[in-house]
């Protein structure tokens, strides 16, 4: 099993810049995807950004250019640093581990951009 805990959500003005963490724990030996999706309401949950085995990244049209996913060395924790943030961005950012065949999700955490 893999525990998953968000943080760093919150508050950000249009423009501004984000950075979410994710710590993983448990069995944390074997990942192979981390990644983070995101949920706006009355919309169906969406990748943002995922990091694989080799440090492959792929990143969601709407936020290339603008975001970084990235991990420590144990894959323990990964990150998603966003700037230029847009209205579009709000949603719930969920964090997300692929171990053995097994998916894991965090609770989420609320980033909301608003003037």
């Known amino acids: 099993q893999v525990q998953l805990v968000e943080s760093g959500g919150g508050l950000v003005q249009p423009g501004g810049f984000l950075r979410l963490s994710c710590a993983a724990s448990g069995s944390i030996f074997g990942i192979a995807t981390m990644a983070w999706y995101r949920q706006a309401p009355g919309k169906e949950r969406e990748l943002v950004a995922a990091?694989?085995?080799?440090?492959?990244?792929n990143y969601a049209n709407s936020v290339k250019g603008r975001s970084t996913i990235s991990t420590d060395n144990a894959k323990s924790r990964v990150y998603l640093e966003m700037t230029s943030l847009k209205y579009d961005d709000t949603a719930v950012y969920y964090c997300?581990?692929?171990?053995?065949?097994?998916?894991?999700w965090g609770q989420g955490t609320q980033v909301t951009v608003s003037s």
């Open positions: 990091i694989g085995v080799g440090g492959t990244t």
């Open positions: 997300y581990v692929n171990r053995l065949g097994s998916n894991y």
